[in-house]
Structures are given as C-alpha cells and as structure tokens.
C-alpha cells in the first residue's frame, strides 16, 4: 500500500510540473500563433493612420516634407469649396443610398421569406449586383441614364419627346443618380441580410400573436421589425462605410462632373493626393474621413460591448 | 427553415379567404418582378451594347443588336492592353486569396479553440480595423511600396488587400470552426493524429464550404476595389478596372469595348458566385458575412 502509494505521488509529483508546462503552452500558444497577424495589423492599420496623420499637418506638396505646419491644411480643407461640396454630397448621397437600400431590403426579404417557389434561384440573381465591381456598374448606368442614348432617348422613340431624364448632366441632380446605381449595387446584399435576420425571428410568438387576433400588418410591425433591430443596426454601418469609401462609382458613373458637382471626400481625396501634387490637403482629407467613419463606428462597438457584457 | 416552421404567410390564407390570398400572391409577385428587373436591366443594357458596332450605339436605340458582331470582343482578345488587365486582375486576387487563407486560418483557430484573456474584445478589434476608410492607407502604401520597390506589382496590391480580407477572413472562418464540435480534435488526438495531419487531413475538410465562403468574399473584394489597386500599379500590374476608366478619359468614349470589358469583368464574379450560392446562405445563417 505505501509502495503504492509512494510511487503515486512519486509519479503525480513528476507529471505536475509537466502539466503546469502544458497548461502554460495551452495558454500561451494562441498568443504565439496571434501574434504575426495581430502585429502585422497593429503596425500597417495604426502605422499608416499615424504615417497619414503627420503628412496632413505637413505642408506636402508633390513628395513627402517634414515641414510641420499645424493644422493649416484643416484650415485650407475647410475654405476649399470643392472639399465643401463634397461633404455635402456625401452626406445627401449617403443619407438617401442607406435610406432606401434600407428600406428595399427589408421589403424584398419580407417578400421572399412567404415560402415562395425557387426561392434559391432568386436570392442568387438578387446576390448577382454584388459580384460586379462599382466601375462596371458605373460604366452600365452611365448608359441608361445619359441623355442622348439611354433611358430619355428610348421613351423619346416611343413617341413621348417632352420627356425628359436629364439628371446625369445636371449639377443639382447629378447626385440622384450615384444614389440610383448605389442601389441597385448593394440592396441585394441587405436583403439577404435581412432574410437571415427573418429566418431567426421567434415563430412562437408569432404563432401566438396570430391566436390572439392580430392582423400580419400588425405582426410585422410590432413583433417582427423590432426583432430586426441588431440587423438594421449593422447593414446601416456597413451602408455607411460603403457610403463613405465610395470612390469607384463616382469615377465611372460621373467622374466627378459636371464640373466637380458630383465629387465624393474619396474622389476629393485621390485628385489632390495624387494628380494635384497636393500632398497634405489629401493627408488632412483623409483624416476628415476616418473622423466620419469613427463618428459611426463608435457608438456601434460601445453598444456591441455593451451587450456582452449583459448576456 | 424545415417544413416544421410555420410561415407567416400561411395564416394569412386563413384569416382572409381565398381571393384576397390570390391578390396578395399576386402582388407579392410583381414587387418581386419588378425588382428583377430593376436588377437585370442594366446587365442587360451592357450585354446588349457589347455586341453592338460603336455606329449603331450612337445612331439609334434598339433593343437587340441590328448587326450582331463580336468585333468589341476581338478588340478585347488581341490587345494586350487590354487582356492583360484582366491578367493582372486575377492575378493579384489568386495571390491574394492564397495569402489571406494561410495568415486567417491559424489565427482563427486560436480564436476558436483557445480561451484566453481579452479574447472577446481581441476579435471584435481586428474587425472594426476593416472599417477605417481605404483612403487613410494611400499616402503611406505608395511612399513604402515606391521606396522598397514594390510598388507596381501584383504582390503589392495583394498585400495592400490582405490589410482588409484578413479580419474578415478571420471573422467568417471563426464562425465556421466553432460549428466543428471540439471532441472532434480530442478524438483524433487520442487516435494518435500529430496536429498538423489533424489540421489538414480532417480540420480543413470538414470546414471546406467555410473556406469556400471566406475565399468568395475576398476575391469579391479584392476583385471589385479600384481605389488602392489603382494608385499602386501604374503598368506592370495595372488591373483591368483602372484600364476601364482610363479609356473613358481618352479620345471620346469606345462604348462597344467599354461594354464587353464591362461584360467579361463580370463572368468571374458569376462563375464564383454560382459556385459557393448555397454556401453563402449558410454563411448568412451563422451570422457571420
């Protein structure tokens, strides 16, 4: 019995050490396969903000000078009209494109989710705008939309001459029509992000909302929207980043014309950074940009957080 | 999403009577139509004009071609300008699915598989990092690149877009993996597997329709971004979408070529799409995507 037990404790003595290593291993190999990634990301992601930062308070020309100025080129950002109209239009162009992308796509997702036949194959043609890239779009609708040889053009064969479809080429409404494309491009994609919101939504208390006499409009309304509330949340931060970033579709559909009417901050950004030679307007520029995107993204992450912690 | 669930829809036949159940299937598909071809008709519009002579897209509007030719087509194939965009194209994309694979793989079964502390908060940090505005990243990218000398290569624009595939590659493989119950990875210890033929002999089958997914998402990213694919290629590497705008520039606009690039820059994303259709659903389903 002593041997026994002897050689027990002999052995357990022995392995403890070993499984303190490799509870340590466990715990630490995580980190060692994270590590490159997380780095890599860390020094690229903060890296470059801080790189761009700097430049914008520079006053870079057509190469890099480390010639601190201030923020004088938040000041000269602010003055510069073309920088004023842009904002402008990123703010009508992203309010109305997250509005109905939005709005269509809760819609679809309600017309799709009635167990209706080939369903499959719809969601497949709705998912199609979403594998092409914004300058084909761009280039597609520039088509439709241009005066002389799309949509006004046709109606005009058919007989109908006061018609008249002349947003492309009109400063006021040019931006109407980078909203149309956007759509088309990207409610497909938030349908089918509703669609999944809808498969989760409780049947139970559908089903029981439907035995105490309350109409669909009804149930839709006051128990099936609410429910959709996380996936509103999220396909509007995604809506707003595709907003923000937008670049490709301006430079297809519109490049930016009439005259600069059309510009997008990202448009604004590239011309002087990069065909302007003006350096450290487009740095402060940029920097303008991530401020937006964090203004969304802020709130987002404090409630994301804050919802774990409840659960 | 089996038989089991009932449908909203469902009740509505029985609280309305049948002809009102005939009005709102009859609505129902108009909306759906409408929006179909809302979605088609621009494809359409772009089929159509490729197959058009540049003459017979500004003389008239017909809604077929008159003179059906493939000559835009023949431009595209025999020009290496232009076929080389698309060469460019794919080959930054492969390069850069096949990177973002082997970095996100391992990072997301760590995340997976391991507690550690802040792991959660970790996660959801690498995420938000997808977020920050592509612009940020010109300035320094094109001042590194140019002075290491990659700038203008297919290597820089596919690093470039492993900064933004990886979290999200992370992010939809972590979903995937969780699904794979963890007894599976204690089975096959026990049995006498060493990690990495556990990992590739029986991990990665298992998580193929994720794999799938996660390379669907970042070919369609990497395939449709212009902004950074742009400013970091000048020749060598130049992608065809930049090619695209550049001729809208130039001497007037070639609507038939613009057309059929537009066509053939769109067949890739359809051929991908087609493959993984099914996959993305469950990819929805999780969550994640």
Redesign the interface.
């Known amino acids: 019995m002593n041997n026994i037990d002897a050689v027990q404790t002999l052995s357990e003595a022995k392995r403890a050490p070993l499984a303190r290593i490799q509870d340590r291993l466990a715990d630490w190999l995580p980190k060692l396969v994270l590590t490159p990634t997380l780095l890599v990301v860390l020094v690229c992601m903060y890296g470059y903000i801080l790189w761009t930062g700097l430049l914008s308070l520079t006053n870079s020309r057509l190469l890099p000078v480390w010639n601190f100025i201030g923020t004088g080129q938040y000041d000269r950002l602010f003055d510069n009209d073309r920088w004023l109209v842009a904002l402008n239009n990123l703010v009508l162009f992203g309010g109305l494109f997250i509005l109905v992308c939005l709005a269509l796509g809760v819609f679809l997702a309600i017309l799709l989710d009635q167990k209706i036949r080939q369903e499959g194959a719809l969601r497949t043609i709705y998912l199609y705008p979403m594998a092409i890239s914004f300058i084909v779009t761009g280039t597609a609708w520039k088509w439709l939309l241009n005066p002389s040889l799309g949509l006004e053009k046709l109606v005009h064969s058919w007989g109908f001459d006061s018609f008249s479809f002349d947003w492309l080429v009109d400063p006021d409404r040019v931006v109407f029509c980078l909203v149309i494309a956007a759509v088309w491009q990207s409610s497909g994609f938030v349908m089918a992000m509703f669609l999944a919101g809808l498969r989760g939504v409780d049947q139970e208390m559908v089903k029981a909302a439907q035995l105490d006499g309350a109409s669909m409009p009804t149930i839709y309304r006051r128990i099936i929207l609410p429910s959709l509330k996380p996936v509103f949340f999220s396909a509007f931060v995604i809506l707003a980043h595709i907003a923000i970033k937008s670049f490709d579709l301006v430079a297809a559909l519109t490049g930016g014309g009439p005259g600069y009417s059309s510009d997008l901050p990202a448009n604004f950004m590239y011309t002087h950074a990069f065909t302007r030679a003006q350096m450290g307007l487009g740095a402060a520029s940029a920097m303008v940009m991530l401020g937006g995107v964090l203004a969304i993204l802020v709130p987002y992450l404090y409630s994301e957080l804050r919802g774990k912690r409840n659960a | ?1 089996t038989a089991t ?8 036949g029985v ?1 309305s009577g049948a002809k009102r159940k005939v009005d709102t299937q009859l609505r ?1 598909k108009l ?2 139509s409408a ?2 071809l ?6 359409y ?2 089929l159509n ?1 490729s197959f058009k002579s540049n003459e017979e ?2 003389g ?2 017909s809604l077929w071609p008159q003179n059906f030719t493939l000559d835009n087509y023949a431009v595209i194939f025999s020009d290496p300008s232009w076929y080389m965009g698309y060469v460019n194209s794919m080959t930054y994309v492969s390069l850069n699915v096949i990177i973002t694979l082997l ?2 793989l ?2 997301a ?3 997976s ?2 507690k ?1 502390t802040g ?4 996660f ?1 940090w ?1 995420l ?2 997808r ?13 590194l690149y140019s002075s290491v000398g990659l700038f203008d290569t297919h290597l820089a624009v596919a690093l470039a877009h492993c ?1 933004f595939n ?2 999200l590659a ?1 992010w939809i493989l972590e979903g995937f993996m969780s699904g794979v119950p963890r007894e599976i990875d204690e089975t096959a210890y026990i049995d006498g597997y060493s990690f990495h033929k556990f990992f590739l002999k029986i991990f990665l089958p298992l998580i193929r329709s994720g794999i799938g997914v996660t390379a669907f998402f970042c070919f ?1 990213f990497s ?2 971004e ?2 950074l694919a742009r ?1 970091l290629t000048s020749v060598e590497a130049k992608p065809i ?1 930049a090619i ?2 550049r001729t ?2 130039a001497t007037g606009i070639d ?1 038939g070529v ?2 059929a690039a ?1 066509v053939l ?2 067949i890739p ?2 051929l ?3 493959f993984v ?2 996959h ?2 469950k990819g ?2 999780l ?1 994640r995507v």
């Open positions: 999403m669930i009932n449908k909203p829809a469902r009740f509505s609280n129902r909306g759906i929006y179909i809302f979605v088609l008709v621009p494809i519009w772009l004009m897209i500004l008239g509007l970095v996100a391992p990072a079964y760590a995340f598989r391991y550690f792991d959660k908060h970790l959801f690498l938000t990092n977020m920050a505005p592509p612009a940020v990243f010109l300035l320094p990218f094109f001042q900064l990886v979290p992370v369609m395939w449709v212009l902004l400013t979408a695209m705008t809208v520039g609507w613009l057309a537009g820059t769109i994303g359809l991908v799409i087609w259709r099914n993305v659903a929805f389903a969550g």
